[in-house]
Structure formats: C-alpha cells, structure tokens
C-alpha cells in the first residue's frame, strides 16, 4: 500500500459531462501529481501542485483542472468530457515539491466515457 | 529533448530464465531514476532509486544498475509473480523547474 488514496475507482459518465476525481497524498508529501495513462500508452504528466500552489504543467487539456485543498487533498476536475478522455488517471505524491525523492501512486481512477 | 527509451517493450521469459531490462536516457542532467513495477490496472509501485553512475540496488531477485547513459534491470530467475510492466524514470532539470521523465515500460511475462 503506497498510502496515497484516490476515489472513485472507476466512474462511467457520458460526453459533454463534468467528473471530479479525488487523491488524497501520503501522510506528510506536500506535492500532488497528476497523470493519464491510456491504453497502451505511457504516463502522461497533467499537472503538479504543491502545498497549494500549481507547481508545474505538462499536457493538461483547457476543459481539465485541478487543485489542491489546505488539507493537502487534490482534486482534478475533468468537463465537456470525449471519448477520448477515457483512460485511467492516476494521483502521485512526494515529500516535496522540488526533491529526487521517488513519486507514489494511487491505484488510479478508471474512467469511462460513453 | 529529454527522452527516456525502454527495451525491449516486451519479455516473455520461461520460469527461472534470467534476463535484463534496458533503460536508456538522454537528458540534461540526471537527479535520480527511478523503477517501477505496475501490475495491471495498478497504480506504479516503487521499487528501487539510483542517483550516480555505479550505483546498484537489490531486492529478492530484482538488482538496478546505473550507468551515465542507462540503467539495466536485471530479474535472476524470475517466477510468474514476477510477470508485470517495469517503467523507469528520471528526474531531471529542465527549463527552471525539475520533472520526472517516464518511459514506456516493459510488459514482462514469465511463464511456468
């Protein structure tokens, strides 16, 4: 268990629509990853925060953001959804937000859009 | 550009057949690279960083190396368990800020 928790598991919606996934960090990790991993594909950076603030984005679409609470929680909206958009997503967190510690992931959201 | 290659994608190896994995890098500046396994479905699950050249790092039957341009993976007797997709990736400076770099991976299959 990397101790970084993401909700929900899987979530099935249907295009044009808004979801809302959740990661919740390691206990102690102020920096939030963002990632995207398609079929076949590899990891895709979206976009990092840490202690609040956005650090740093990679290929994160206009109809997608994200935040991340005071209570460190992160949550990464996702709207006007494609079919495209399917894949899964996966929350990483680390100690802090510039470090060569390693990254720990979530399980990852599984999304579904029909 | 910054690039992170693994090969082969992948390995299909008969139960106690040992073998090694490639990750080759070619970036401004290396501040460690890291080894995942990631079980399908699964979030990447941690397993070993190196930092300089020279540097290995062991588990049960899994050992990371380290050179200036890659890194091997090597799996000693593997057993099915050990049948996942292994990425690499590096953490490098690049314009200002620092970014991990993720490779492809390599889907592993031991067969018993």
């Known amino acids: 268990d990397s101790g970084v928790t993401q909700t929900p598991k899987h979530l099935i919606t249907a295009t044009g629509q808004r979801v809302t996934l959740r990661c919740s960090p390691r206990s102690g990790d102020l920096s939030v990853y963002w990632y995207q991993q398609s079929l076949d594909q590899g990891l895709q950076f979206l976009i990092q925060?840490?202690?609040?603030?956005?650090?740093a984005k990679g290929n994160i679409l206009e109809r997608f953001s994200a935040q991340q609470f005071p209570d460190l929680h992160s949550e990464l909206n996702l709207s006007s959804l494609e079919l495209g958009d399917s894949a899964l997503y996966f929350c990483?967190?680390?100690?802090?937000?510039?470090?060569?510690?390693?990254?720990?992931f979530g399980n990852g959201t599984r999304l579904t859009v029909t | 550009e910054d690039q992170v290659t693994q090969s082969p994608e992948a390995l299909r190896l008969q139960e106690g057949e040992s073998s090694s994995l490639n990750c080759s890098y070619t970036?401004?500046?290396?501040?460690?690279l890291f080894w995942y396994r990631q079980d399908p479905g699964k979030g990447p699950e941690f397993l070993f960083t190196?930092?300089?050249a020279g540097e290995e790092k062991e588990k049960e039957r899994l050992k990371a190396t380290l050179t200036k341009k890659e890194s091997f993976l090597h799996i000693t007797a593997p057993k099915p368990e050990d049948s996942a997709t292994y990425l690499c990736a590096v953490y490098t400076p690049t314009s200002g800020t620092y970014k991990y770099i993720f490779g492809t991976g390599t889907r592993l299959k031991v067969l018993a």
């Open positions: 970036v401004s500046g290396l501040r460690g």
């Open positions: 925060y840490y202690n609040g603030e956005e650090r």
């Open positions: 990483a967190s680390s100690v802090r937000g510039q470090t060569n510690s390693p990254l720990h």
């Open positions: 190196l930092y300089s």
